[in-house]
């Protein structure tokens, strides 16, 4: 797969809206994730060094403390 058609691939996977964004409204979801996607991509940290894996993580994958907050 080219990384151009990765990247439609990418866009068009995100432009399903997610029920919060459904409730606003999107005049042009495919807009929408493209914006999000690239503002997403310049948040990862590029510069780290060659043999770090960066993990993507959902939020059910975290730890559950064992003790409550202060």
């Known amino acids: 797969m080219s ?3 990765s990247e439609l ?8 809206l997610l029920p ?3 409730a606003a409204g999107s ?10 996607l690239t503002e ?3 948040r990862e940290d ?4 060659p043999d ?3 993990e993507h993580r959902t939020s059910d994958q975290t730890v559950t403390p064992s003790e409550p907050p202060d």
Do not use: C, F, G, Y
């Not at 691939?9 to 399903?16: C, G, I």
């Not at 005049?27 to 999000?36: F, K, L």
């Not at 590029?46 to 060094?49: I, Q, S």
């Open 3 to 5: 990384d151009e058609q």
């Open 27 to 36: 005049d042009d979801p495919e807009a929408q994730a493209e914006a999000i």
């Open 40 to 42: 997403s991509d310049a």
């Open 9 to 16: 691939d990418r866009v068009e996977s995100r432009a399903h």
């Open 52 to 54: 770090t894996v960066l």
């Open 46 to 49: 590029r510069n780290v060094a």
């Open 20 to 22: 919060e964004e459904k």
